[in-house]
């Protein structure tokens, strides 16, 4: 089977089967460290899969700093250290680089963290792979295991404007440096931290999101459309170029987190965590593809 | 007094080209560029400033502006005539829209300017009132001197510099105050006589040469006040750093622009707003008088970490390594 039939998903759980081993996803690898967990995360991203080959490099280079972040962000972690590593072909400007270690640079500085350093190396195509190291109290750390029949399910800001932006692109009518605008959620992820039950970005859209939640969970998220809170400029480009909702939130771009608590911590309600079945065939699943399909 | 230029490329017919600034001057024999300092002298290309002093005194380094650049101090202030500028609106036109005839000067050597600083209990040098830039040869030659002694070096400019000269320059200012006078093309040309694009790629580059970076807009009403030119000069900002100190000044009658009256308040609260909403974290507004505005408080938890009031600065949150003393953020300040 080719990749390409695969999908990301499968083909991760084929790599953890090659291993042997079985593993709880996270957004983060997590690493016993006395009082702490040790947070690691990689994350790659490429010309023609996350942007087009005449991308401002600045915004990319905040970007592919952020995305990495995020995924410390939804553990509840401090991020601390950053690593990059940057495939160029040979004849990128060497601006083109300099700009992009400018907005990984911005990114980094506004949480404190530091850039340790990372690979250069000469490719057909521009792609970075990102590594971050950070850091949570034992106590404090969220997972994405662990919700509770009754609990609420929130999100952390309104959703769909990166989603709504690339939209927008495509149709000839905006930049595409809207879409890369990202915040990784490092401030709300700490607070969260201890209180909520469960949580993780939204880097692959909220329906892959609560796919993800569902099936490490064993139980079913029931979620009302109506609730999900929508950027203004996503509901105009639903509206203008005849987008569905489900285009939105299968989109992904958000970089929010989700999570699941006994009571709202912060954000926006979404739906209920219910009893369900394993995989996808849950009652919370049902409601949601039933919804979906009508929009 | 008159010495032989850096920064200039011969062309024929005795013209030479001036490379100090992004004017480029194309200068014919006997011909003086747009700064009115630097000549072609048959065929070579003279500054014609070299020492000549306008005005020398020690100002608290906080009216430079620098909040986050050894906050407190006392730093000895030295200028020169000219400016490779023609802002309407400038509020040091005396000596900066006059050249060396300018009778009120006197000429020192390099080394007495880094003794009277000394003289006067300075720990640095700030190069300022007029545009440095313009006196580019013996700005060098003092910072190099003071450096050596173990002093600091300020530069506060315009940003009007070829990257050329700013290389040379950056390795021996220790911090800058760069003006964006407004965040369109359009001001530039029609209110200064220059670009936008140079000013924010020499910001950039001081930045990336790891000095310590401080940034002026001056928001002048109907010119370059609009909320989205803010954002957007905001949003530049940040994707530099958003660790960059910046100072929204009001705006006063003065010089040629005299046609509008000062910058309400209002409008200098709400670029606050918006550059904070933006995300950056040490805003401060200029002109106002209010101390809440003036003073400096942690990006993290909100400690107030250095009170000023007018000309009074006060640290009364930092740690000793300039950290908040509540939350432990590190703070992008030299102490």
């Given at each position: 089977?080719?990749?390409?039939?695969?999908?990301?998903?499968?083909?991760?759980?084929?790599?953890?089967?090659?291993?042997?081993k079985?593993?709880?996803?996270?957004?983060?690898?997590?690493?016993?460290?006395?009082?702490h967990?040790?947070?690691?995360?990689?994350?790659?991203?490429?010309?023609?899969?996350?942007?087009?080959?005449?991308?401002?490099?600045?915004?990319?280079?905040?970007?592919?700093?952020?995305?990495?972040?995020s995924?410390?962000?939804?553990?509840?972690?401090?991020?601390?250290?950053?690593?990059?590593?940057?495939?160029?072909?040979?004849?990128?400007?060497?601006?083109?680089?300099k700009?992009?270690?400018?907005?990984?640079?911005?990114?980094?500085?506004?949480?404190?963290?530091?850039?340790?350093g990372?690979?250069?190396?000469?490719?057909?195509?521009?792609?970075?792979?990102?590594?971050?190291?950070?850091?949570v109290?034992?106590?404090?750390?969220?997972?994405?295991?662990?919700?509770?029949?009754?609990?609420?399910?929130?999100?952390?800001?309104?959703?769909?404007?990166?989603?709504?932006?690339?939209?927008?692109?495509k149709?000839?009518?905006?930049?595409?440096?809207?879409?890369l605008?990202?915040?990784?959620?490092?401030?709300?992820?700490?607070?969260?931290?201890?209180?909520?039950?469960?949580?993780?970005?939204?880097?692959?859209?909220?329906?892959?999101?609560?796919?993800?939640?569902?099936?490490?969970?064993?139980?079913?998220?029931s979620?009302?459309?109506?609730?999900?809170?929508?950027?203004?400029?996503?509901?105009?480009?639903?509206?203008?170029?005849?987008?569905?909702?489900?285009d939105?939130?299968?989109?992904g771009?958000?970089?929010?987190?989700?999570?699941?608590?006994?009571?709202?911590?912060?954000?926006?309600?979404?739906?209920?965590?219910?009893e369900?079945?394993?995989?996808?065939?849950?009652?919370g699943?049902?409601?949601?593809?039933?919804?979906l399909?009508?929009? | 007094m008159?010495?032989?230029?850096?920064?200039w490329?011969?062309?024929?017919?005795?013209?030479?080209?001036?490379?100090?600034?992004?004017?480029?001057?194309?200068?014919?024999?006997?011909?003086?560029?747009?700064?009115r300092?630097?000549?072609n002298?048959?065929?070579?290309?003279y500054?014609?400033?070299?020492?000549?002093?306008?005005?020398?005194?020690?100002?608290?380094?906080?009216?430079?502006?620098?909040?986050?650049?050894?906050?407190?101090?006392?730093?000895?202030?030295?200028?020169?005539?000219?400016?490779?500028?023609?802002?309407?609106?400038?509020?040091?036109?005396?000596?900066?829209?006059?050249g060396?005839?300018?009778?009120?000067?006197?000429?020192?050597?390099?080394?007495d300017?880094?003794?009277?600083?000394?003289?006067?209990?300075?720990?640095?040098?700030?190069?300022?009132?007029?545009?440095?830039?313009?006196?580019?040869?013996?700005?060098?030659?003092?910072?190099?001197?003071?450096?050596k002694?173990?002093?600091?070096?300020?530069?506060?400019?315009?940003?009007?510099?070829?990257?050329?000269?700013?290389?040379?320059?950056?390795?021996?200012?220790?911090?800058?105050?760069?003006?964006?006078?407004?965040?369109?093309?359009e001001?530039?040309?029609?209110?200064?006589?220059?670009?936008?694009?140079?000013?924010?790629?020499t910001?950039?580059?001081?930045?990336?040469?790891?000095?310590?970076?401080?940034?002026?807009?001056?928001?002048?009403?109907?010119?370059?006040?609009?909320?989205?030119?803010i954002?957007?000069?905001?949003?530049?900002?940040?994707?530099?750093?958003?660790?960059?100190?910046?100072?929204?000044?009001?705006?006063?009658?003065?010089?040629?622009?005299?046609?509008?009256?000062?910058t309400?308040?209002?409008?200098?609260?709400?670029?606050?707003?918006?550059?904070?909403?933006?995300?950056?974290?040490?805003?401060?507004l200029?002109?106002?008088?209010?101390?809440?505005?003036?003073?400096?408080?942690?990006?993290?938890?909100?400690?107030?970490?250095?009170?000023?009031?007018?000309?009074?600065?006060?640290?009364?949150?930092?740690?000793?390594?300039?950290?908040?003393?509540?939350?432990?953020?590190?703070?992008?300040?030299?102490?």
């Open positions: 089977m080719k990749l390409e039939e695969l999908g990301e998903r499968r083909a991760i759980d084929m790599i953890w089967d090659a291993i042997g079985k593993v709880d996803y996270d957004d983060c690898a997590v690493i016993d460290d006395g009082k967990y040790l947070l690691l995360t990689t994350d790659y991203v490429g010309e023609e899969t996350h942007f087009p080959g005449n991308v401002n490099p600045r915004a990319l280079g905040r970007f592919i700093a952020a995305v990495n972040l995924d410390i962000a939804a553990m509840g972690g401090t991020p601390e250290f950053f690593m990059l590593s940057s495939f160029m072909p040979g004849d990128t400007h060497f601006d083109f680089a700009e992009l270690i400018t907005g990984m640079r911005s990114m980094l500085e506004r949480y404190d963290v530091e850039y340790l990372g690979d250069f190396k000469k490719a057909k195509m521009i792609g970075f792979s990102g590594f971050a190291v950070g850091r109290l034992k106590e404090n750390i969220l997972r994405r295991r662990g919700a509770k029949v009754g609990d609420g399910i929130f999100v952390t800001a309104p959703m769909g404007k990166n989603a709504a932006s690339y939209y927008l692109w149709a000839g009518l905006g930049d595409f440096e809207p879409v605008k990202v915040e990784p959620r490092v401030r709300e992820g700490k607070e969260l931290a201890g209180k909520a039950h469960t949580c993780m970005d939204t880097s692959d859209g909220l329906i892959a999101s609560m796919f993800q939640m569902q099936k490490i969970n064993n139980l079913g998220f979620i009302d459309l109506d609730s999900v809170p929508l950027h203004p400029l996503a509901i105009e480009v639903m509206e203008d170029l005849k987008i569905s909702l489900k939105i939130l299968n989109f771009g958000d970089y929010e987190l989700v999570y699941t608590a006994s009571s709202k911590i912060l954000g926006y309600e979404i739906g209920e965590v219910v369900g079945k394993i995989d996808y065939g849950g009652k699943y049902e409601s949601f593809g039933k919804v399909d009508q929009t | 008159k010495a032989l230029a850096r920064y490329t011969k062309l024929d017919k005795k013209k030479v080209r001036c490379e100090l600034c992004p004017h480029r001057c194309i200068l014919d024999d006997g011909q003086v560029g747009i700064c300092v630097r000549k002298i048959g065929g070579k290309l500054t014609l400033n070299y020492g000549t002093v306008s005005s020398m005194a020690v100002d608290p380094i906080e009216k430079k502006p620098l909040f986050h650049f050894k906050p407190g101090s006392r730093i000895f202030s030295v200028s020169t005539v000219g400016c490779n500028l023609r802002c309407k609106h400038c509020q040091n036109w005396e000596i900066s829209q006059v060396p005839e300018y009778p009120y000067t006197r000429d020192f050597k390099a080394s300017i880094v003794k009277i600083a000394e003289e006067h209990g300075s720990e640095g040098i700030a190069f300022t009132y007029n545009e440095p830039t313009i006196w580019h040869e013996f700005s060098v030659e003092v910072a190099k001197i003071a450096k002694k173990g002093m600091y070096n300020v530069y506060v400019t315009n940003g009007y510099i070829q990257e050329e000269p700013l290389r040379e320059l950056v390795n021996y200012i220790d911090a800058f105050n760069i003006d964006i006078k407004a965040f369109t093309n001001f530039y040309i029609k209110i200064t006589g220059g670009t936008l694009q140079p000013v924010l790629r910001a950039e580059f001081v930045h990336r040469a790891g000095k310590h970076l401080e940034l002026t807009y001056l928001i002048i009403p109907r010119l370059n006040d609009d909320p989205g030119e954002r957007k000069f905001a949003e530049w900002v940040n994707s530099i750093s958003p660790k960059i100190p910046v100072h929204f000044s009001r705006f006063y009658p003065t010089y040629k622009l005299t046609d509008r009256k000062e309400p308040l209002k409008t200098v609260h709400n670029a606050y707003k918006i550059a904070k909403d933006v995300g950056l974290e040490y805003v401060y200029g002109n106002t008088w209010e101390p809440e505005y003036e003073s400096t408080y942690c990006p993290n938890c909100g400690n107030l970490l250095i009170k000023r009031e007018f000309y009074n600065t006060e640290i009364t949150g930092l740690t000793s390594d300039g950290r908040c003393n509540n939350c432990g953020k590190k703070i992008n300040i030299v102490l």
